[in-house]
């Protein structure tokens, strides 16, 4: 039997001893150094936070219909730390469901930021057959899941989509903004209309989900959850029954109408054609429909009504004529000759009328809509006294809707000119914007206000589309009190003249609205026919209608325009008449059931 090898012996113990003090030390370290670090680690790798999205709020128009809600969605998420061959997840994922490589890609770099256990966001609103073919190849796919979520839902489509707008995913600029920390890539966000105003109020807080998970990222159990809550809803001043009225006359026509209660600003319909899909747009719109709204010449994107800024024609004319009457300029009976035209410097400026309307007074020059009669009152006022008309109604700046991106009016005046191209002003140009036209700029919200400014006597409210706002639990959290614009002091005779000679505009035989009188109800308006900047095109004029309804204590007060539609009193006022009568005809009807109910 051979000796041991005393020094071969003592050689193993030292290495031994060694290892087992290197692995102490590294115990120590992650035990007792690293201990928070590593059981932190270890609780990401065991548990897995799952945000669960809030529904955002309702929307509701006055009388409790629904108009945006949301439907349940399947979306499409990676989890980065799941993935184990990077390559045959986003080049199976593209090859299933036919999407951009590159498109995935920059979604997870977007990510980068965040825990590699984030969700990723990588396609919205699977169809049932992208479910299925993502579930038939899950187990080639790790990391991707399938979450059922809360999509907004615009149940009226076009309807009212430059009024609700729509959600989408929010962008990276929008992340970076201050007010974006609650959010986080994937999220949805208000890009336009109500959605973009109230998102405050109509985005919910979203809840959580601590569910257990094995080594390939698939769910053992839910250890506790935290549910979200519903955001707020809109109860809305719109009326639907009179909105989709309007639609209906506006299809397969350009333009805008506002309708507002004069007496507290109510929107009670707000129309702008074309328009686009609300719920395209909120379902993570392809490729070519973006295109395809983007680089449209009729740009459906734009809010006529707020943001569509044309010459107001002969609908202008009314504040000469109340600014002439409060200045003592010309009263009830004072006169000019219209023979057809008017002559001024080396030019003829026409009057629609070829052959004239003789003698004439403001009453028949608003009836009758004379030219002639408002140049020579343009050129006795001057361009600032019709500019601070202007200002006084507040044509020239913006009424606060609430909808963002409203744009203000243009009514020139000398300190307008010099400041903007820095040139004097002509009187020449004042005979052009006598009725409406050259640098006079307005959009259908402004000459609403023009319209309410007329019937309630000088006093204007802001217009506000939004009546309340209600809490998921049914309190009211906030209503919108009738908010005071303009109260100006004017001649009552003046006012009389000049709401006389709109009355006379519809119900007159020889008024430029008659053949849109009603029967059921005494409307008062003006007409008006504004050349555009694309008249050499052959497009043609634009049509507008201003009103108010009853005559005598207005509830009603509409501004409504057809772009290239030809002439006012055969395109917009029927507009009129129609919503009028509908509104009408629809208070008998609630009066009929309310007195049915009683007996």
């Not at 707020?232 to 639907?240: E, K, Q, R």
């Not at 395209?280 to 709204?293: D, I, M, N």
């Not at 009328?353 to 009152?377: M, P, Q, T, W």
């Not at 820095?422 to 006598?434: C, L, N």
Request: proline fraction near 5%.
């Amino acid at each position: 039997m051979e000796p041991v090898n005393d020094g071969k012996y003592r050689w193993c113990k030292r290495i031994i001893l060694l290892t087992l003090i290197v692995l102490c030390m590294r115990l120590f370290d992650l035990q007792i150094l690293k201990g928070d670090e590593m059981r932190k680690l270890s609780e990401q790798n065991r548990v897995r936070v799952k945000k669960i999205l809030a529904p955002r709020g309702m929307v509701y128009d006055r009388k409790g219909k629904v108009v945006a809600d949301t439907r349940p969605a399947f979306n499409l998420y990676l989890i980065r730390e799941d993935i184990r061959d990077f390559n045959q997840t986003v080049d199976g994922l593209a090859r299933l469901l036919d999407l951009d490589r590159e498109d995935i890609i920059a979604r997870l770099k977007e990510a980068r930021d965040y825990p590699s256990s984030f969700p990723v966001k990588i396609e919205s609103d699977l169809n049932k057959d992208q479910v299925a073919k993502i579930e038939a190849n899950k187990f080639y796919l790790p990391g991707v899941i399938i979450q059922i979520e809360p999509k907004r839902n615009y149940p009226y489509g076009i309807m009212l989509a430059h009024v609700l707008g729509y959600v989408s995913e929010i962008n990276s600029e929008e992340l970076k903004a201050k007010e974006s920390r609650q959010y986080a890539p994937g999220d949805y966000v208000g890009k336009f209309g109500l959605e973009k105003a109230y998102e405050q109020y109509l985005r919910g807080i979203d809840g959580e989900q601590r569910v257990e998970v094995d080594a390939t990222g698939r769910e053992v159990r839910v250890l506790d959850t935290v549910e979200p809550v519903a955001g707020n809803s809109l109860h809305l001043n719109i009326d639907m029954d009179l909105q989709m009225a309007v639609e209906k006359a506006f299809e397969g026509k350009k333009g805008g109408c506002i309708v507002t209660d004069p007496r507290n600003g109510g929107v009670l319909v707000l129309v702008s054609r074309p328009a686009f899909d609300p719920n395209q747009l909120s379902s993570g719109a392809t490729k070519e429909y973006w295109a395809k709204v983007a680089t449209d010449k009729t740009h459906p994107l734009q809010n006529r009504v707020t943001q569509g800024r044309f010459p107001p024609g002969s609908t202008f004319k009314p504040v000469l004529a109340l600014k002439a009457l409060e200045k003592g300029i010309i009263n009830e009976n004072s006169s000019f000759s219209c023979h057809g035209g008017f002559s001024y410097g080396n030019r003829v400026f026409k009057c629609w009328r070829k052959e004239g309307h003789g003698s004439i007074a403001v009453h028949r020059g608003l009836v009758e809509s004379c030219d002639v009669f408002f140049y020579n009152l343009g050129l006795k006022l001057g361009i600032d006294n019709i500019h601070e008309m202007a200002e006084t109604i507040g044509l020239t700046k913006v009424t606060g809707i609430d909808l963002p991106g409203e744009k203000a009016g243009v009514v020139p005046s000398t300190a307008w000119k010099l400041k903007t191209y820095g040139e004097k002003w002509y009187e020449g140009e004042t005979v052009s914007v006598s009725i409406g036209q050259g640098a006079v700029w307005l959009t259908p919200m402004q000459l609403q206000q023009l319209s309410s400014f007329i019937a309630n006597e000088g006093v204007t409210f802001k217009p506000r589309i939004v009546d309340k706002i209600v809490s998921p639990q049914g309190k009211v959290l906030k209503v919108f009190e009738p908010a005071l614009l303009t109260n100006a002091k004017l001649s009552k005779q003046a006012i009389a003249i000049v709401k006389d000679g709109m009355k006379g505009v519809v119900n007159e035989p020889r008024g430029t609205a008659y053949a849109s009188r009603s029967a059921t109800v005494s409307i008062s308006g003006k007409t008006g026919t504004a050349q555009s900047a694309s008249l050499g095109t052959g497009k043609g004029d634009h049509a507008w209608f201003v009103a108010f309804a009853p005559s005598e204590n207005p509830v009603l007060s509409m501004a409504i325009l057809i772009e290239f539609g030809g002439h006012g009193a055969s395109m917009s006022a029927p507009i009129a008449k129609i919503v009028t009568e509908s509104y009408f005809k629809e208070q008998k009807e609630i009066k009929s059931a309310q007195l049915h109910v009683y007996r």
